[in-house]
């Protein structure tokens, strides 16, 4: 499936990171909207398969697929971009400023959220006939979701945040490993499978996505769960944005840029040459 070695992804990596900053307004907003808009129905998809198959699993294994099609369409989400753009910078590439990476995050939020909150708004109305019926199995999953992963983290305190935060670190591992993984193949097949793994693998383990959150939470709301904007926000949105940010940037971003773009001399070269020379003049 034209697999491609390390040293020649991480350049796409890079590469990758200095087109996004330079995109136009227009392209970037529309571009994360619509990734955004994808990746909540997307959620919305693997908790129907799980509240109808009673299988979180099952619905963890189909939820990839919206992954799968916003990267196929070359859409934007912002837990991609926190990984992706800091290495263009990095790399001192002309005209990469700390003021451009910092724009396209902005804009890149901006653009996943709002197309996170039409579908909430689209569901919410489908799952309630206009708002004119009690919410389904689905709605009142959700619902329930939104109140335990702000409310309930809330209970603890300080703990709480920290474990969002943690939460947020391994789930953008997982997914800048999918975004990183789907660079290693030139085939359609070997960046599906590629994306595939970590993906399924965060969403089973109940990891937390800026972007999922940004479609949850609004919905939950609107489905009559019992908590604010501000519980939202402080007890979910920021720590998990961080943590996306941390977790991704330094568990896959500054490690393969560290040791497949910017390798290190091999260890004791000129040692170990000089050695096999006095080897060899002592057969002679």
């Not at 390390?6 to 990758?16: L, N, Q, W």
């Not at 099952?58 to 916003?70: H, N």
């Not at 709301?221 to 519980?231: A, K, L, Q, R």
């Not at 568990?251 to 004791?268: D, E, I, Q, V």
Request: aromatic fraction near 12%; include cysteine.
């Amino acid at each position: 499936m034209a697999y491609l070695v390390p040293a020649e992804f991480v350049t796409k990596m890079v590469d990758a990171g200095e087109s996004k900053i330079f995109m136009s307004t227009r392209d970037t907003l529309i571009r994360s909207y619509m990734a955004g808009a994808i990746l909540a129905l997307a959620a919305v998809f693997a908790v129907t398969v799980a509240v109808h198959t009673g299988s979180f699993l099952v619905g963890s294994m189909l939820f990839p697929v919206g992954f799968i099609m916003l990267y196929l369409m070359g859409f934007d989400l912002l837990t991609g971009v926190f990984v992706l753009t800091p290495l263009a910078l990095l790399d001192r590439r002309p005209g990469v400023t700390v003021k451009g990476v910092l724009r396209n995050w902005g804009l890149v939020f901006i653009g996943n959220f709002v197309g996170a909150l039409t579908v909430a708004a689209m569901m919410a109305f489908i799952l309630t006939m206009g708002f004119h019926l009690e919410p389904d199995a689905v709605g009142q999953k959700l619902a329930g979701v939104g109140e335990a992963r702000t409310l309930g983290y809330a209970e603890h305190g300080t703990v709480g945040w920290l474990t969002i935060f943690l939460r947020g670190m391994l789930c953008n591992w997982m997914v800048s490993m999918g975004v990183v993984g789907a660079m290693i193949s030139t085939h359609v097949s070997g960046k599906v499978i590629a994306m595939w793994m970590p993906i399924m693998l965060f969403f089973f383990m109940g990891f937390e996505h800026s972007v999922v959150n940004m479609f949850l939470f609004p919905f939950a709301m609107m489905m009559g769960g019992d908590f604010s904007i501000m519980d939202y926000m402080i007890w979910n949105e920021i720590p998990t944005a961080l943590g996306n940010l941390v977790g991704g940037l330094a568990f896959t971003g500054l490690t393969l840029y560290s040791t497949h773009y910017k390798t290190a001399p091999k260890r004791n070269l000129v040692t170990t040459a000089a050695s096999r020379n006095t080897a060899d003049l002592a057969k002679v």
